[in-house]
């Protein structure tokens, strides 16, 4: 019921006069708690100069 996921991510593909490439690197955790119930956490963090340094989430999703 307890699943860990990592994720790369390029949010933004840009030559640095456009802003430049934002990149970022995710590694969490979800857990089901029913059968159509998840809760999740993550954390991010910047893969270049142009990326946050640090972000996080909490998430819970319900399947209709």
Not at 4 to 15: G, K, S
Not at 34 to 59: E, H, I, L
């Amino acid at each position: 019921r307890t699943r860990v996921f990592a994720e790369l991510a390029a949010t933004q593909l840009a030559r640095r006069k456009y802003g430049g490439t934002i990149a970022e690197f995710s590694l969490g955790t979800a857990y089901l708690l029913t059968k159509y119930t998840q809760v999740d956490v993550a954390a991010r963090f910047g893969m270049n100069g142009n990326s946050p340094d640090f972000g996080a989430t909490v998430g819970l999703s319900v399947k209709f």
